[in-house]
């Protein structure tokens, strides 16, 4: 029996593929590169130091995925696939909606028709909205969310939990990822974004290397101890040992759960700055410039419950995430295009 992979060649992905080879699950990876290239493809089967079928395949796509399930025996399937970019998702809402939405009920209808009725989904702490108070736990009512993006994220939830009521052989587990960051420790897989970052990280380790003049910090007048933004800063590791966690849970029990992935602990992003500093004895040049519209001042995780549902916790700290994401940037400075 094999556990299906989809958006596995993608930033989280890939470093799941090899936490779930080292728990000695074997694994089948399926995406379409649209946000991935085959080179991490390539090092992640080095890394795992074990071979798994791929497959060049679109979740939207019912043949497509039909294959995959006749041709390999999956019993769950962690759920990758789907597109991320917050601003991009406001101009071109519906391509969000159609892959992320529609592309995961394509891929539990097939499920349900293979007989195959255990997700991992990655959803985001983008569901807790704008309303919710630091630190949030998975009892507080969800949604408002700010952007297309997010609410992809809130109605797949929705529709797996849906799922479950209707049919109780259905397991899913809701992973609700905090803010993920680094890299695997080799360096020789990473986050590699097209064109100029969005996100915190990628635009520091640019700026590190000389790529980008210098990073913006989107206001420092936030209700916070430097008035910086405070974030959950997650190593990509870490996370996805909770996913390896996740899917032993899955394969034990029915309904569905919602699990915060991070480590209850909130960094600035001038706290980040600074251990990426000091980590990597580089220099970070920076400028405060006015809020990021749709920002909120403090996101932070209380982890209890992967702890106690799933025997989950991060043990990696914020110098390791500094060091692992310096480390993959440094080693690979255009990413995969080498
Ligand atoms: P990523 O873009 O690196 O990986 C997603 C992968 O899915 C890519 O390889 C892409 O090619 C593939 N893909 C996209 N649409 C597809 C489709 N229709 N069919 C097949 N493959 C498809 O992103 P990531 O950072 O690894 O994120 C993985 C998941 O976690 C996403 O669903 C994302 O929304 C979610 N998430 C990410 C973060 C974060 O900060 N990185 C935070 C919370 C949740
Ligand atoms: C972190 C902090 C910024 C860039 C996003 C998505 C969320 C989830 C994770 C998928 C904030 C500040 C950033 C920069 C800055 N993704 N910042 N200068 O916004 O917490 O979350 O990624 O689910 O849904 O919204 O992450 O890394 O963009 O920002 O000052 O150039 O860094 O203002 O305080 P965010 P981020």
Redesign the pocket.
């Known amino acids: 029996m094999a556990i299906l992979i989809t958006g596995g060649c993608g930033y989280i992905g890939s470093h799941t593929c090899i936490e779930m080879i080292k728990a000695g699950y074997d694994i089948v990876v399926l995406d379409n590169y649209y946000n991935s290239k085959p080179e991490a493809l390539n090092r992640t089967r080095e890394l795992a130091g074990k071979d798994f079928p791929f497959y060049e395949c679109d979740i939207r796509d019912a043949e497509g995925l039909r294959r995959i399930f006749k041709e390999n025996k999956i019993e769950a399937v962690i759920h990758f696939a789907g597109l991320?970019a917050?601003g991009e998702s406001v101009q071109i809402p519906l391509k969000y909606y159609d892959n992320n939405v529609n592309g995961t009920v394509v891929l539990c209808q097939v499920m349900a028709e293979m007989g195959c009725k255990r997700m991992i989904f990655s959803s985001?702490a983008?569901v807790y909205g704008e309303k919710n108070p630091s630190p949030l736990t998975e009892d507080m009512e969800i949604g408002g969310c700010t952007n297309p993006?997010?609410r992809t994220k809130f109605m797949i939830e929705g529709i797996l939990s849906d799922l479950c009521v209707s049919d109780p052989e259905w397991s899913v587990v809701l992973l609700r990822?905090f803010?993920p960051i680094g890299a695997h420790e080799s360096g020789r897989i990473g986050e590699d974004p097209n064109g100029i970052p969005?996100?915190?990280m990628p635009?520091v380790s640019q700026v590190a290397i000389g790529k980008l003049a210098r990073?913006?910090?989107?206001?420092d007048d936030y209700d916070t101890p430097d008035g910086t933004?405070v974030?959950d800063f997650i190593h990509v590791v870490d996370l996805a040992r909770g996913h390896v966690k996740a899917t032993d849970y899955a394969l034990a029990h029915t309904g569905a759960e919602a699990v915060n992935l991070g480590t209850g602990t909130g960094y600035s992003?001038l706290d980040l700055v600074n251990a990426f500093k000091e980590a990597n004895g580089v220099d970070v040049p920076y400028v405060i410039v006015d809020r990021?519209p749709g920002?909120l001042g403090a996101?932070y995780s209380d982890p209890s419950k992967a702890a106690s549902l799933l025997g989950w916790k991060a043990e990696k700290g914020l110098e390791d995430m500094c060091r692992d994401s310096w480390r993959w940037q440094s080693q690979n400075p255009k990413g995969y295009a080498e």
Do not use: A
């Not at 990073?215 to 206001?219: E, N, Q, V, W």
């Open positions: 991320k917050v985001s983008t993006y997010g990822y803010n969005n996100n915190l635009y990073l913006s910090i989107f206001g933004g974030r992003v990021r920002d996101v």
